[in-house]
């Protein structure tokens, strides 16, 4: 199994809202990403976990609150976004160590309005 | 600051054909380079990777040549077909504890039937 599980797939929000997103793997993987995409662009990496901690973090405001609550689970918390924030979320999971496959998930697009 | 220069920004192709993509990169931490494939609505989905102590890898019809005095490295697609139309990624990877992956700016690719 080399699936990595992100719900929901759609999310609409106003700027007031707070929201998760989730993000599951049974791959035995001890590292986690929240990547970032815009429509035409390559993804943008915005957190790490490596071993339940956080390891990166690439200047992401703050209204972004990742969480690991295990080895197989990944959460992105969302409070009082922008309209610019709208974009597709994707999460990535992989072994720890040089030339292993970051495997994505299908991602979660979200609409701020 | 792009650390990973891909080009070109798209390509079209007829069924048979072999594109190319190029990319290079200046951060000599960078340790391992993997081209992923992204189709619309998809998480990018790994294609295939190369170490940069080896010049040459193929993987079916997919080839990856790597310059490591150049810092150059690129993707070819033998016999394209034109379910092959996609995005394609270069990326470059780095860290120890905490691997992170650098994007190029990607290529849309459309091989015409």
């Known amino acids: 199994d080399t699936e990595v599980t992100q719900t929901p797939k759609h999310l609409v929000m106003g700027m007031t809202n707070k929201k998760s997103l989730k993000c599951e793997q049974h791959?035995?993987?001890?590292?986690m990403y929240w990547y970032k995409q815009k429509a035409k662009k390559p993804p943008e990496l915005m957190f790490v976990?490596?071993?339940?901690?956080?390891?990166i973090n690439e200047s992401v405001p703050s209204r972004f609150s990742p969480e690991c609550p295990n080895s197989s689970l990944l959460n992105l918390h969302l409070h009082a976004l922008q309209p610019e924030d709208s974009a597709l979320y994707l999460c990535?999971?992989?072994?720890?160590?040089?030339?292993?496959?970051?495997?994505f998930g299908a991602g979660t697009r979200l609409s701020v309005l | 600051q792009q650390q990973v220069k891909q080009s070109p920004q798209s390509l079209i192709v007829q069924k048979g054909g072999i594109p190319i993509i190029n990319c290079a990169y200046e951060?000599?931490?960078?340790?391992?380079f993997p081209w992923y494939q992204q189709f619309p609505g998809k998480g990018p989905a790994l294609l295939i990777a190369?170490?940069?102590?080896?010049s040459e890898k193929k993987e079916g019809r997919f080839t990856i040549s790597f310059n490591k005095s150049a810092k150059q490295f690129s993707l070819h697609i033998m016999d394209s077909q034109p379910g092959d139309s996609a995005t394609y990624f270069c990326?470059?990877?780095?860290?120890?504890?905490?691997?992170?992956?650098?994007f190029g700016s990607g290529t849309q690719l459309t091989v015409l039937p």
């Open positions: 190369i170490r940069p102590d080896v």
């Open positions: 976990y490596s071993y339940e901690k956080l390891s």
């Open positions: 951060n000599t931490a960078f340790d391992y």
């Open positions: 990535a999971s992989s072994l720890v160590s040089q030339g292993n496959i970051q495997y």
């Open positions: 990326a470059a990877e780095s860290g120890v504890s905490a691997r992170q992956l650098t």
């Open positions: 791959m035995g993987h001890r590292a």
